[in-house]
């Protein structure tokens, strides 16, 4: 049975930029001063263009594949083995990206809000929650993003623009930063907007699938954008040397910043009680994007049980690193090998389809 198409190209954008927007804006700054220094705004700005040409490759297939999941065309076009080799690779990618995402919400909120919890207890809260929710249908999936987009975003877009009051414009030049070597800093970048690959699974359940390239233009262009504003407000008040003390700059930036009038003068409490809602928006839908992945390549009807299924061992990579600094090492390799996945075999998969000139199914279409 085909799905049913009621996503909307708004309801996609919506969970595109929910999605992305999670966990790493903690670290952000700090990634990108670290690999370009003043030129770190302009980095953010070259991933995000490199994203969306990534992202062509996934679009392109969608529509022209509409009524299939990439599980369905991948075997279809590079043959049932290599397709299902890569469906579980993806599998393996996103349960690691999910575990990886889960430890650090919980060091962050052990390290800055309750360091008397059991590390364990955060993040299993965490994961439970998403088990919950993700055992819901991909209509129940649109709406919980839906409400939680402006939630996170405009409290977030408010403090962000409150504290550029007392930005440094200094700060920021020279603009190119350390030039060419700023390049070496694109994949990290890049890798923080991987969760766009959910892009792949909503595609047969639009109404406009064609309308697909829209929705991830303004999904990638709505997060690069709150990216750039996040790094050049933390580099115009702490400057760059200062940065690459902070462990997470983003958090220290809400630390500095107060509205005007003292009315509140500690906005960092606000910002982690949000922050905490993007990381469940985030792992939510890279649980739900694995969950759907396996029950197609699994053939089954249904996917609740998986949701249970998955939950010890995405708590055990959660668990796997030791310290801190050798779990933000893990998530920088495995980042990086996704985009392998995620945004570069997808155009090998199109590639050969053009060449083969693989036709889609035929029957009913899936809004029919």
Same mark, same amino acid.
């Given at each position: 049975m085909k799905p049913t198409r009621n996503i909307t190209v708004g309801q996609t954008t919506a969970i595109l930029v929910s999605t992305i927007i999670g966990v790493g804006v903690l670290r952000l700054p700090l990634v990108s001063v670290q690999a370009a220094d003043t030129g770190a705004p302009l980095l953010a700005l070259?991933?995000?263009i490199i994203v969306f040409l990534g992202m062509w490759g996934i679009v392109k297939l969608g529509s022209h594949y509409p009524n299939e999941t990439f599980v369905e065309y991948s075997e279809l076009v590079i043959g049932k083995w290599p397709g299902r080799l890569y469906t579980f690779t993806v599998i393996a990618f996103f349960t /690691?990206?999910?575990?990886?995402?889960?430890?650090? @919400?919980?060091?962050?909120?052990?390290?800055?809000?309750l360091p008397k919890t059991p590390l364990e207890v955060t993040v299993i809260v965490m994961l439970l929650m998403a088990v919950i929710f993700t055992r819901g249908d991909i209509n129940t999936f649109t709406y919980i993003h839906s409400f939680y987009l402006p939630v996170i975003l405009v409290p977030l877009l408010i403090i962000t623009l409150v504290s550029l009051k007392d930005a440094n414009i200094l700060y920021l030049q020279p603009i190119l930063g350390?030039?060419?070597?700023?390049? $070496?800093?694109?994949?990290?970048?890049?890798?923080?907007?991987?969760?766009?690959? !959910?892009?792949? !699974? /909503?595609?047969? @359940?639009?109404?406009k699938p064609?309308?697909? /390239?829209?929705?991830?233009?303004?999904?990638?262009? *709505? +997060?690069?954008?709150?990216? *750039?504003m996040i790094i050049v407000a933390s580099i115009s008040l702490f400057g760059v040397e200062e940065i690459k003390? *902070?462990?997470?700059? &983003?958090?220290?930036?809400? #630390?500095?910043?107060?509205?005007?009038?003292?009315? /509140?003068? #500690?906005?960092?409490?606000?910002?982690?009680?949000?922050?905490?809602?993007?990381?469940? &928006? $985030? !792992?939510? +839908?890279?649980?739900?994007? $694995?969950?759907?992945?396996?029950?197609?390549?699994?053939?089954?009807?249904?996917?609740?049980?998986? &949701?249970?299924?998955?939950?010890p061992i995405i708590f055990l990579v959660a668990m796997f690193p030791g310290e801190t600094i050798e779990m933000y090492r893990y998530i920088k390799v495995v980042g990086i090998f996704g985009l392998f996945l995620t945004f570069i075999f997808p155009f090998f998969i199109l590639i050969v389809a053009k060449i083969r000139k693989v036709p889609r199914k035929k029957g009913k279409g899936a809004g029919k």
């Open positions: 070259l991933s995000t /690691l990206l999910t575990g990886f995402a889960a430890r650090e @919400f919980g060091a962050v909120v052990v390290t800055s809000v350390n030039g060419f070597k700023m390049m $070496t800093g694109l994949p990290e970048i890049a890798a923080l907007f991987q969760g766009a690959f !959910i892009l792949a !699974i /909503l595609i047969p @359940f639009m109404q064609k309308k697909a /390239l829209k929705a991830s233009l303004w999904g990638v262009v *709505i +997060s690069g954008g709150f990216f *750039i003390t *902070i462990m997470w700059p &983003t958090l220290g930036l809400a #630390r500095a910043t107060s509205l005007p009038g003292n009315t /509140l003068q #500690r906005l960092d409490v606000v910002f982690l009680a949000i922050w905490v809602t993007a990381v469940f &928006t $985030t !792992i939510f +839908s890279n649980y739900m994007l $694995t969950v759907q992945t396996l029950k197609q390549s699994l053939r089954l009807q249904d996917h609740k049980a998986l &949701t249970l299924f998955l939950l």
